[in-house]
C-alpha cells in the first residue's frame, strides 16, 4: 500500500527494557541487527499495525507493554534506485514511518521470536539507546536521528544524560556524569553490522 507521493507506511518500535536499554533484533540468516517494524496495512491504524507487528516479530502482546510515546508526524526516507526492485521504479519512492516507544512490563522470556511462522528475527539483544550513527545505512540516518530524539524526552530520568548522534563526537566526562564510554562501544558481534542491506528490510513492495 503506497500513499499518492509513493511512500509506504510503516511503523518502527523502540523497545525500552527497565535499564533503558533498547530491543536489536538480528534479521534472519543475515548479519545485520536493527529495531522492529513493518508496514502498514490498508484499514489499520498506526497503532493498530505496531501491535501486530510486536507479536509477529518479536512475541510480544499487547499487556506486555506500555505505550510511552510516539512520534507527532510521519518521518519519510526515500529509498535509492539501485534498491528498489525494477516493476517497483517509477511510482515507490520509500517509507514513512511512525516510531513508538514501549516499555516492556513483562519479561524477557515472554519475548517469542518464532511465534509465527515466518520469523523475522534469529537472535536478539538489548543495547544502549543510541545508535552510533555511522552503523545507520546512509538513506535512513536522518529518520533514525529525528525518531530517537523526539523520543528521548520520554525516557525516565536515570537516562537523562546528554548523548551526541553526529558521527565522530563523542560527549565530555563532565557532559557524561564522568562515563567515558564512547559510541564505540556499542559494538556489534564480529562480522555484524546495522542495517547494512535494505533489501533484507521492508523496502521493497
Same mark, same amino acid.
Given at each position: ?15 525500552l527494557n527497565q535499564k533503558n536499554q533498547v530491543f536489536w533484533g538480528k ?32 512475541g510480544l502482546q499487547r499487556e506486555h507493554v506500555r505505550i510511552v510515546a510516539?512520534?507527532?508526524? #510521519?518521518?519519510? %526516507?526515500? $529509498? *535509492? ?7 517497483? +521504479?517509477?511510482? !515507490?519512492?520509500?517509507?514513512k514511518q511512525i516510531w513508538f516507544l514501549l516499555q516492556l512490563v513483562g ?18 539483544? #538489548?543495547?544502549? %539507546?543510541? $545508535? *552510533? ?7 535512513? +540516518?536522518?529518520? !533514525? ?61
Amino acid at each position: 500500500m503506497l500513499d499518492r507521493d509513493g511512500f509506504r507506511p510503516n511503523v518502527g518500535i523502540v523497545l525500552l527494557n527497565q535499564k533503558n536499554q533498547v530491543f536489536w533484533g538480528k534479521r534472519i540468516r543475515t548479519h545485520s541487527w536493527q529495531f522492529p517494524q513493518g508496514g502498514i496495512d490498508r484499514g489499520e491504524t498506526p497503532e493498530q499495525a505496531m501491535i501486530r507487528e510486536l507479536h509477529e516479530e518479536v512475541g510480544l502482546q499487547r499487556e506486555h507493554v506500555r505505550i510511552v510515546a510516539r512520534t507527532r508526524d #510521519w518521518l519519510r %526516507y526515500e $529509498v *535509492p534506485d539501485r534498491f528498489i526492485r525494477r516493476d517497483s +521504479r517509477g511510482f !515507490y519512492k520509500g517509507q514513512k514511518q511512525i516510531w513508538f516507544l514501549l516499555q516492556l512490563v513483562g519479561h524477557d522470556w515472554d519475548l517469542n521470536l518464532r511465534a509465527t511462522d515466518h520469523p523475522e528475527f534469529d537472535a536478539w539483544r #538489548w543495547n544502549d %539507546y543510541w $545508535v *552510533p550513527l555511522d552503523a545507520v545505512v546512509e538513506f535512513k +540516518r536522518e529518520v !533514525y536521528v529525528t525518531a530517537l530524539t523526539e523520543l528521548a524526552r520520554y525516557l525516565p530520568r536515570h537516562e537523562h544524560r546528554n548523548r551526541f548522534l553526529r558521527q565522530g563526537v563523542r560527549p565530555s566526562s563532565a557532559e557524561s556524569g564522568g562515563d567515558e564510554t564512547s559510541h564505540e562501544a556499542l559494538d556489534l558481534p564480529p562480522g555484524t553490522s546495522w542495517e547494512p542491506d535494505p533489501h533484507t528490510g521492508n523496502e521493497h513492495v
